[in-house]
């Protein structure tokens, strides 16, 4: 009876091969379909991929028109040739072959951006910003090279310092007020802001420790160097370490806190009126704004909150964009045709614009660091000034171009992509592999800096914190850092520095 009954069960049951997929399936699938988790690869291919429509690439005579009508600081490039002619014909004139290197550098700078601009904008947003810090530092990276390899140790520790300096204070200063004048508050990414921080005090710690270490080491002078060089050698391996663990955080397990489509980040505020727009007058009276009568896109606040329209709609009855808020200042996100962007250079032009440039920025930088000494010599000018202040300038104004245009777009995310993430790469890679270059080349240099350098770097850092702790930005805030940064250009043009406690 058992049996019989088991038999009729099997025939009600639906058969299936004993190789069937779909039976292999079915534990997987029950309850919903289950997603493929995204893979490492799949990651990485999708920073490759832009957000935007780009359009065809341009001919070689196209892309060298865009290069010679990039920027009106090409004009500069004439100091190229001066400098070289200067250096080889008269090579006692240190003042005037640091004049006109310094200059032959800015438009080089600026060139370097441009092809980087043009290679970033083929790939996603999060990768962009970091081709934008890392070849931003090009020239600073280039110049310390340089000097390293002449023993300049002071002038290395010096204008790195200034680099991160510059990053924080002015450039960052210059992002938050430009775009202070079009929004009265502009949000970014708060996690990422508080992350990259985080990472600005560990390298601080990095450079503060060796000055505490000299203060309380009660060993002899010539002991205290070596350990003092041991341990930068340690601290410099750690920090790459720390560096490459950014990287994967900023590019695969959290690229969406980078980003400016990320939920996390505060909607930007613009004026009810705003107090910087200048206003137009014509014929003795000024020009009346445009009265729009179209389709309501808010309701008046004496309407009922149920007739409040959330999208409006055209007079052919397609769906418009969402209703903006004036009144409150919110600036919310437009629904409109995606633009194709025109690139002015192919990808073939943009590499070989990058190779040239940085041949022709390494001679020229070299020669600036040759005349550095001569130009002090005389006492007009310290080298602390040179180092501090002058040479970063040189290497920062591409992005510093970069960061503003893209902070006034309400872009604000990318922005402190550039200038605090320069800011992260200079401390985290470029100043401990400058450290690890110095000990395979044996050249002493260490990760003492000099103490009002030091103090002055762990000033500006928990500034910038407390600034962007928020996650909101204005134009004072921008104005703070910019004269912060002007307070210390009056400090270091009467410093006279100190001499690096190992040399060559």
């Known amino acids: 009876m058992s049996e019989s009954l088991f038999a009729s069960t099997q025939l009600m049951l ?42 065809p690439a341009p001919t070689v005579w196209q892309s060298i028109r865009a290069i010679a009508l990039s920027s009106y600081l090409n004009i500069l490039l004439i100091c190229i040739p001066i400098s070289w002619a200067l250096n080889f014909a008269l090579p006692d004139q240190h003042t005037l072959i640091f004049v006109f290197s310094f200059f032959a550098i800015v438009p080089l700078a600026k060139l370097l951006a441009f092809a980087t601009d043009e290679l970033s904008m083929r790939v996603g947003q999060t990768l962009a910003g970091l081709m934008n810090a890392t070849l931003g530092n090009a020239v600073e990276l280039i110049v310390s090279i340089i000097a390293l390899t002449k023993c300049e140790l002071d002038i290395v520790q010096s204008s790195l310092v200034g680099s991160i300096l510059s990053n924080l204070l002015l450039v960052l200063g210059m992002c938050f007020f430009a775009g202070g004048l079009r929004f ?68 695969f397990s959290h690229k969406g806190l980078y980003d400016d489509s990320c939920e996390e980040i505060l909607e930007s505020k613009r004026y009810s009126e705003n107090p910087f727009k200048i206003k137009t007058y014509r014929h003795g009276k000024r020009a009346a704004a445009p009265q729009h009568t179209e389709t309501q896109l808010v309701a008046s606040p004496l309407s009922s909150p149920k007739s409040q329209p959330l999208f409006s709609t055209t007079g052919h009855g397609t769906a418009a964009q969402p209703a903006s808020d004036p009144e409150s200042g919110h600036v919310r996100p437009m629904l409109l045709e995606e633009e194709i962007e025109e690139p002015q250079m192919s990808v073939s032009m943009s590499f070989v614009l990058l190779v040239a440039v940085t041949v022709v920025v390494a001679v020229t930088a070299e020669f600036l660091v040759d005349s550095i000494n001569g130009l002090t010599s005389t006492g007009g000018i310290s080298k602390e000034f040179v180092g501090v202040i002058l040479l970063p300038i040189v290497g920062n104004a591409a992005e510093h171009v970069t960061a503003v245009t893209v902070s006034v777009k309400d872009k604000l995310t990318l922005s402190l992509g550039v200038a605090v993430g320069s800011s992260i790469q200079i401390a985290l890679f470029v100043i401990p592999f400058i450290v690890t270059l110095g000990w395979i080349l044996g050249k002493p240099l260490t990760l003492l800096f000099d103490p009002l350098q030091s103090i002055v770097l762990f000033l500006s850092v928990l500034t910038v914190n407390y600034v962007v702790q928020d996650g909101k930005s204005n134009w004072l805030e921008g104005m703070i850092l910019m004269c912060l940064y002007l307070i210390l250009c009056v400090t270091f043009w009467y410093y006279p520095g100190t001499s690096p406690v190992l040399g060559c």
């Open 184 to 251: 009265s508050e502009q949000g970014f990414g708060i996690i990422a802001a508080q992350m990259n921080s985080s990472l600005l005090t560990i390298s601080v710690i990095a450079v503060l420790l060796p000055g505490a270490f000299v203060m309380t080491s009660t060993s002899d002078t010539g002991t205290t160097d070596q350990s003092i060089l041991k341990m930068s050698h340690g601290v410099a391996i750690i920090l790459l370490f720390i560096y490459a663990s950014y990287l994967f955080f900023q590019l």
């Open 14 to 55: 639906p058969q299936e091969p004993s190789g069937s997929s779909s039976a292999l399936r079915r534990p997987a699938t029950e309850g919903g379909i289950q997603q493929k988790k995204p893979s490492l690869r799949m990651k990485a291919a999708t920073l490759m991929q832009s957000s935007r429509k780009i359009g």
